[in-house]
């Protein structure tokens, strides 16, 4: 079990040029399916960007590079896109498509633009990380809401 680990986090973290680490109190990993299911108090750290939830499932290529993760359970990040804007917030889930740098959160989403002092709340929220766009959507009985800082000038 701890070889199908060392594989999994090997194999994902030499597909990136940052180092991805991955810490869980529980690891499912099956290699020939291209799934490794981490569950309990699970961090995952590469660069500056972190993602905490209950429980990430992390699905590989042929290649075994990552192709999606998917984050349950009180899921907090802190990202940061090419541009060099920095978000953190939370939500009930987050898909992260590496490939397409694209992350979608769903469930009572709260994201905070750090360095422009934005917020956005909604239902559902995706960020493109690399073109530094946000689209987002509210539920059915709740708008989405948008909340900038003005400073008033003198």
Known sequence: MRFLLFLTIFFI????????KVKANL???????GISVFEGDVNIVKGTDE?????VTIYTNVN???TKFIA???????????????????????IY???????????NVHLQQIDEKKE?????VVLKTVEGKAYAKGAKAEPV????????KE
């Open 51 to 55: 993602l905490n939830a209950s429980k």
């Open 145 to 152: 809401i948008m909340i900038f800082d003005m400073p008033e």
């Open 72 to 94: 349950k359970g009180d899921v907090s990040f802190n990202i940061e896109t090419q541009n060099g804007a920095i978000y953190k917030g939370q939500a009930g889930e987050v």
């Open 120 to 124: 956005i709340i909604g239902d559902e």
């Open 13 to 20: 973290s030499i597909t990136y040029a940052q180092q991805l």
């Open 97 to 107: 498509k590496p490939i397409e740098k694209e992350y979608h959160f769903f469930k």
């Open 64 to 66: 075994h590079e990552p």
């Open 27 to 33: 690891v499912n990993a099956d290699e020939k399916a």
